[in-house]
């Protein structure tokens, strides 16, 4: 689920650091972007947000980056039992993707550790 910042909070957020350069959010229906100076509109970058739209703006992140080992398994629904044969199998396949993505996630950040110590 994408963060959601109110306009005081994405400033905490730049201030603090949590908020990278280039990074997108959706406001009042337009994709919006911090240049490293000011929030501006994609589709017009001379054009910013005046201090009190900011504050009354609630921003969406949009290119946060995913924690693949915090995706939950799917819970089938109480009426699974009325699913199709091809809808269950479909649910299966998704948790046996998400099981196989974590388990490649973890491999690539264990190699990524092994290169970190091989090149100290």
Not at 9 to 16: D, R, S
Request: hydrophobic residues 35%; charged residues 35%.
């Amino acid at each position: 689920m994408p963060k959601t910042y109110k306009g005081y909070e994405l400033v905490q957020a730049i201030a603090g650091g949590k908020i990278k350069e280039d990074t997108k959010f959706l406001a009042k229906c337009q994709v919006m972007y911090w240049d490293g100076n000011d929030i501006v509109f994609k589709s017009n970058p001379n054009t910013t947000l005046s201090l009190l739209q900011l504050a009354n703006t609630e921003f969406v992140l949009l290119n946060e980056e995913i924690d693949i080992q915090e995706i939950e398994e799917y819970e089938f629904p109480s009426y699974a039992d009325k699913l199709t044969p091809i809808e269950n199998k479909l649910l299966e396949l998704i948790n046996e993707n998400r099981k196989a993505i974590k388990q490649l996630d973890r491999k690539i950040k264990e190699r990524e550790e092994d290169r970190k110590y091989d090149n100290e």
